[in-house]
């Protein structure tokens, strides 16, 4: 019975839908840290706002392959 349970389909689903809102989550969270440094150490390019951003991008997407991988490996 237990093991039905953790086949179930709506649970793979379920972690598919939530990947977006993570990768959003992140991508706002690092573009603000920029936004912060670049407005307390300020230069004419934003370098910081766009490193954090390229940053934040990198890092969802690494997590969006971690988890995928993860859901693949448990069939």
């Known amino acids: 019975m237990e093991q039905e349970n953790k086949n ?3 649970n793979k689903w379920m972690q598919l ?3 977006p809102a993570q990768m ?3 991508i706002f969270l690092f ?4 936004m912060f440094v670049d407005e307390k150490y300020p230069n004419k390019n934003n370098v910081y706002f766009l490193i954090f951003t390229l940053l934040g991008v990198a890092l969802s997407l690494y997590n969006v392959i971690r ?3 993860k859901i693949n ?3």
Not at 31 to 34: E, F, Q, S
């Open 17 to 19: 839908i939530s990947i």
């Open 8 to 10: 179930k389909p709506t």
């Open 31 to 34: 573009a603000k840290i920029g």
């Open 67 to 69: 988890q995928v991988n």
């Open 24 to 26: 959003g989550i992140i």
């Open 73 to 75: 490996s448990d069939k």
